[in-house]
């Protein structure tokens, strides 16, 4: 059971050396449909076609030696990886609500979110924070030429 | 007398009092960003581009050299009163600084680390001003295998210099220089790598790439890693209490013009810039010190040198990107990004073309230096309630300032996606010991180095014997083939010659 449980482990750790290899693998097949033309005149594919085995070898190389352990700066949170992923699922929800629905209402909701949700800040303080903090961004944003969307609001 | 000229130019630029308010709200985020251990440097001046949109180009550049040398003083507080290091360029500062706060000399660890930064500061702005005319002279003369060389080295350097291992970092480099292939092929517009898109005919933009790298990596990782209570120690009185005594004056002049040397020279290379300068400065004055043990143990030595070096580093690091065009690190690319997001291009032109802009820039850092020195030590103790400050605060300042900025680019939600998706990456990258500087100077310096390369090929009608029979890019390709085979070549012949960026710890 440890053997297979650090074979996993050992597999984990060479995951993000292979995706570069495939990615690697990927961009050259891609890049192979380019012109390459000649090494006199150069054309848009040679370049690319470069950098792809450049990545490919490199990418290899320290998916031979990638044995180090992930980085762990700080002592991790409880469920941190659960927190992460929702957050980003927020962001993404975010970036899909923010036109139909508005910077002011959408940007409150996400400080909400961060201050109640992840940092357990009280319910009144939490809205009202983002509430004072949304309103200012957008002023001040719509101040400085950046058009945000009213959506809802509609103003 | 030239160079009076010059510098007289400058400050007419730099003290209207539109770029005074520019510099002072520049230095003063840096030390604010230098205080709080959740920001770094890089990932401000990725989160203010978007706002320099309304900016001269002066101004902008002012404004984020400011964040850049400014955040090398605020480093140093909290390292010293709470041992935490703002910025990775003041962990060596810890050390020591942390051992006099406990022995009751913290002001003096306080004021010696703002003197010394200020006197290097302002030494490595003089070797700026020296050196920086005659190499933009030097590198009018650079043509296509030149540049092609200089990049290429480069991208070695800050693969072979930063943290984690060089076959990583230069797939790094790799993948960057990747990703500034898509869009329109710089010579013959022809589309590539974008899938059909509109969107993606203009190439990724820089911008909520690196808010991406930066700023929503660090919100995932501020998330994802519990916040610790801060040990502080030692009171601090007034100002007064902030001078050094005359043993402390003496032990310390040495270590300064040490530090000063060595981060300016450091300072100059690719990819080493202020971290490294501060671990080579420690060591040289450990090294040196007729009583070794007593660092570790509360040396003012041990403060002042590394202290010096960063900010003489952030000096002598604009060097290459105003005479080259060539960034040394990831915060002179992102300055490289803020100058082209306004059509300018540095570089040896950058002298003659924009002669105001270019010394107005160097002659503000000289002012910025002086409001720094004013503003740290009359401040001290706000910046360590400040430091004090829970992350949960942080965070959606940072998660908002991302959001507007990339969805500022191009008024399109999709630039907020791509950010998202460079944020998760980023977080993963950095969590695998892949290091993200190479990346984006790979990306910043691609089109650079493929217009080079093919010009070259060109031009020699397809010999590459161009780049080695030209003296300067002959050089500078030996070097660069050097540095990438060298971990080859210690592996082969067993030894372990790679310098590492790792804190010569006591």
Known sequence: MASLLSAWRALGRRLPSATLVVLGLAALYKASSLPFGTVRAPDSGFFPTLICIALIVFAGASLAGSEAAPASEGTPE????????????????????????GFLLCTTALIVLLLRGLGDVAWLPSIACAAIASAACFGLFTRLGVPLPAGLLGF | MDILHSLALGFSVSLQPINLAYCFVGV??????????GLGSAATIALLLPV???????????????????????????????????ESASVMTCIDGFEMARRGRAGAALGIAAFGSFIAGIVGLVGLVLVAPPLADFALDFGPPEYFALTLLGLTLVSYLGSGSVPKALAMAALGLLLGTVGLDPVRSAERFTFGTLTLQGGIDLVPMVMGLFGVSQVLHLVNTRSEPLESVGQLGGLLSLLPNRQEWRDAWGAIGRGTVIGFLVGLLPGAGGTISTYVAYAVEKRRSPHPERFGKGAIEGVAAPESANNAATGSGFIPLLTLGLPANVVMALMLGAFMLHGIT???????????????????????NVMLLVLNLPLIGLFVRLARLKTVYLIPVIVVACLVGAYAVNNNPVDVY?????????????????????????FVLGPLMETSLRQSLIISDGHFEIFATRPISGTLLAAAVLLALLPLLSRMFGQRARPRAEPPLA
């Open chain 2, 418 to 442: 791509v950010m998202l998706g460079f944020g998760v990456f980023g977080f993963y990258a950095e969590r695998f010991n892949f290091s993200l500087a190479p990346l984006v100077l790979g």
């Open chain 1, 78 to 101: 409880p469920r941190g990886a659960l927190r992460v992923w929702v957050l980003l699922a927020a962001l993404i929800l975010y970036a899909w609500a923010l036109t139909p629905v």
């Open chain 2, 346 to 368: 540095p570089g040896p032109t950058l002298l003659t073309q924009k002669p105001d802009m270019f010394w107005g820039v160097i002659t503000s850092m000289f002012i910025g």
């Open chain 2, 28 to 37: 003063l985020l840096g030390t604010l960003v230098g205080v709080l251990p």
């Open chain 2, 52 to 86: 320099t949109y309304s900016m001269s180009a002066t101004s902008a550049v002012i404004m984020l050299a400011g964040i850049w040398y400014g955040s090398m003083y605020g480093g140093s507080t909290t390292s010293i009163l709470l041992r935490v290091p703002g």
